[in-house]
């Protein structure tokens, strides 16, 4: 198994770093040996104008087979290791991956003692894999790499040269070329990547590889085009360990984009006030509509889904009918704030044992929300990509169930009332969709038979007779305790 890495180099800088980078000298090869054989690093070409590193990685075929033994499923030696021992020497694969973490760990973290400002540089680089088991062919190297920033160039290798007639073997020649990233990027790239491609591990994958995914992953696994096929494959496959990425994922993916959110948030908020006809602010109307409609359900434990910065939570919490209030959002920025609003770390004891603020994603089902008298999703669903939209129907009306549910979300026909809003414009900048009220009602309507819940609308807001109120709440009441999901 072989790659390796070509950087070029300018007078103040030569190419020879590469060795610093690396941890490994550019004058002598040098030898290290892994569980699955030896890994030689050694430099064909080495000087201020250009260096090239090579990793070479012998693999030991009786000790991986010895080691494989009853790490397989079911305690049978690992199929997938068949191919290690009988297949080309030379190919890289999840052995070579490891090696990269292995030899190289120094540089994968981005650490250099020597050139201490160097590994966050990026340089010229240049990858070769000559024999890259791929499945999935040169297309799918493309679309794996090149979202990343490289220049790809994937040749399939014919099975025998000397045969062209018998085709492509499953291997293609690697070549990536890019001047905008750093070693440590391009090595994680690597270290995910060569796995992938070959899908198929030689050892069992537990989920300790979550942990190294998102890790390798950080910074561009998160919204990568190809996320899912990554994780998926990265984790061979196996279902629970790829939700779990999956979320966490979804997770970073959000924390980083919100961080503007929360403000225009907050600015979108005294937008509607400063164009809302009447005194009171549109938002102040929303919470009120919402308390209401929860006295009048009689709910004691109550979740707050999406609470963004606090506002309801804390609403919620100066009436005491309300025993337990549970706020909810993935956004930890916003949590943090609305921490603050609360004064959580100052509250009394029996206040503090009232309210409580989870992490969490509403995408996916979550078991600390079962079990509740309500539920309000006060201006969320709006910010879901519509894909998305029927896993948080799922996780709300289908797994945590509470019996009342409280949806409320901008009537998009009333936006022609504000004049300060361009025709055609949503409300706000992360708003994914603003609905008409019969496609809200349309949508309350499926999600209530669905899942054994009645519907009925509340307008929020001045009522327009002809576009209708500002904001529209749904207001879902369980009537089918065993009701199931169609
Ligand atoms: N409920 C508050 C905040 C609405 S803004 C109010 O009425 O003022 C929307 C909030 O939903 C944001 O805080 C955002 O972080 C949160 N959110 C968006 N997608 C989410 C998801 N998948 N899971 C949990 N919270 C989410």
Same mark, same amino acid.
């Given at each position: 198994? $072989? ?5 070029? #180099? ?12 690396? &941890? ?5 090869? %040098?030898?290290? =040996? ?5 890994? &030689? ?13 090579? *990793? ?31 297949? +080309? ?10 090696? /990269?973490?292995?030899? $190289?760990?120094?540089?994968? +973290? ?8 160097? !590994? ?12 890259? !088991? ?8 493309? +679309? ?43 090595? @994680?790239? *690597? ?35 190809? %996320? ?9 496959? @196996?279902?629970? *360990? ?10 970073? +993916? ?5 961080? =503007?959110?929360?403000?225009? /948030? ?70 943090? /704030?609305? =921490?603050? @609003? ?16 989870? &992490? ?17 999703? =006060? ?7 519509? !894909? ?8 709300? $009306?289908?797994?945590?169930? !509470?019996?009342?549910? *409280? ?24 708003? @994914? ?6 496609? $809200? ?10 899942? #054994? ?18 904001? %529209? ?14």
């Amino acid at each position: 198994m $072989f790659l390796t890495i070509t950087t070029t #180099g300018t007078p103040d800088r030569p190419a020879t770093d590469l060795g610093y980078l690396l &941890h490994k000298h550019p004058d002598s090869a %040098q030898q290290f =040996s892994t569980s699955y054989g030896t890994a &030689h690093v050694f430099y064909p070409e080495a000087d201020a104008r250009r260096c090239t590193a090579a *990793l070479l990685l012998e693999v030991d075929a009786v000790a991986l087979v010895r080691r494989g033994k009853g790490k397989g499923r079911g305690g049978a030696p690992d199929a997938a290791l068949a191919q290690y021992v009988n297949d +080309r020497p030379y190919a890289a694969s999840s052995l070579l991956a490891v090696a /990269i973490g292995n030899v $190289f760990s120094s540089a994968v +973290r981005g650490v250099c003692r020597a050139l201490p400002e160097a !590994p966050a540089r990026p340089r010229p680089l240049r990858v070769e894999v000559p024999a890259l !088991p791929a499945r999935g062919g040169p297309g799918l190297v493309r +679309r794996l790499f090149e979202p990343l920033g490289w220049t790809v160039t994937a040749e399939p290798v014919a099975l025998d040269s000397a045969f062209p007639e018998w085709g492509d073997s499953r291997y293609v020649a690697l070549v990536l070329e890019s001047d905008a990233l750093t070693l440590a990027q391009a090595l @994680r790239h *690597l270290y995910v990547l060569l796995p992938v491609l070959d899908d198929a591990k030689h050892y069992w994958v537990t989920s300790e590889e979550v942990d190294k995914l998102l890790r390798a992953g950080e910074g561009w696994l998160p919204g990568h085009p190809e %996320q899912q096929l990554i994780t998926t494959r990265y984790l061979s496959r @196996r279902w629970a *360990l790829t939700r779990q990425a999956m979320e966490r994922l979804e997770l970073v +993916r959000l924390a980083e984009t919100d961080d =503007s959110e929360v403000e225009e /948030i907050d600015n979108a908020v005294e937008e509607e006030t400063e164009t809302e006809e009447r005194p009171t602010p549109l938002a102040v109307r929303r919470r009120e509509a919402i308390l209401d409609a929860l006295k009048r359900s009689g709910a004691a434990r109550v979740l707050d889904l999406g609470c963004g910065q606090g506002q309801l939570t804390q609403a919620l919490l100066k009436d005491p009918s309300f025993t337990e209030i549970v706020g909810v959002d993935v956004s930890m920025r916003a949590l943090t /704030i609305a =921490s603050r @609003r609360l004064k959580l770390d100052r509250m009394g004891e029996r206040q503090a044992s009232r309210v409580r603020l989870l &992490h969490g994603s509403l995408a996916y089902t979550d078991n600390r929300l079962k079990g509740y008298d309500a539920a309000v999703l =006060s201006e969320v669903i709006e910010h879901l990509d519509l !894909p998305r939209l029927p896993a948080l129907e799922y996780a709300v $009306f289908g797994a945590a169930r !509470p019996r009342t549910v *409280l949806v409320t979300t901008p009537n998009v026909e009333y936006n022609v009332r504000w004049e300060t809003l361009p025709a055609g414009h949503r409300r706000h900048g992360d708003h @994914r969709f603003e609905w008409t009220r019969e496609e $809200f009602r349309t949508w309350a309507h499926r999600i209530a038979g669905l899942h #054994g819940y009645e519907v009925g609308f509340t307008p929020v807001g001045p009522d327009d007779p002809e576009v209708g109120p500002p904001t %529209q709440m749904a207001e879902f009441t369980l009537v089918a305790k065993e009701a199931k999901a169609a």
